[in-house]
């Protein structure tokens, strides 16, 4: 059993940044790891994923915004998210999966608002 312990977010002004973190208990043979958000009363969104590789894929409303990175060795995965906006408030979940299967974190608040 992986379990997943993200951190960041918050409250955050319209056009600031912040950063989350994705810190994985051990990992048997990474594939991606990624975030996903949501807010009440909508499907959880994708928003970014990095895979074994290093590529990262970004959905439309986030590209070019924020940035997942990862270290390896730290089995931790980030979100540094620019620019924010009003509709990136949302409950953001980790998501890794590896050779033993997918878990999901507990996911951590962040909240744009003025």
Avoid: H
């Amino acid at each position: 059993q992986v379990q997943l312990v993200e951190s960041g977010g918050g409250l955050v002004q319209p056009g600031g940044s912040t950063n989350l973190s994705c810190a994985a208990s051990r990992t048997v043979n990474i594939n991606r790891m990624g975030w996903y958000r949501q807010t009440p009363g909508r499907q959880r969104e994708w928003v970014a994923t990095i895979l074994d590789s290093g590529s990262t894929l970004y959905a439309d409303s986030v590209k070019g915004r924020f940035t997942i990175s990862r270290d390896s060795t730290k089995n931790t995965v980030y979100l540094q998210m620019n620019s924010l906006k009003v509709e990136d408030t949302a409950m953001y979940l980790c998501n890794v999966n590896d050779a033993s299967g997918t878990y999901w974190g507990q996911g951590t608040p962040v909240t744009v608002s003025s």
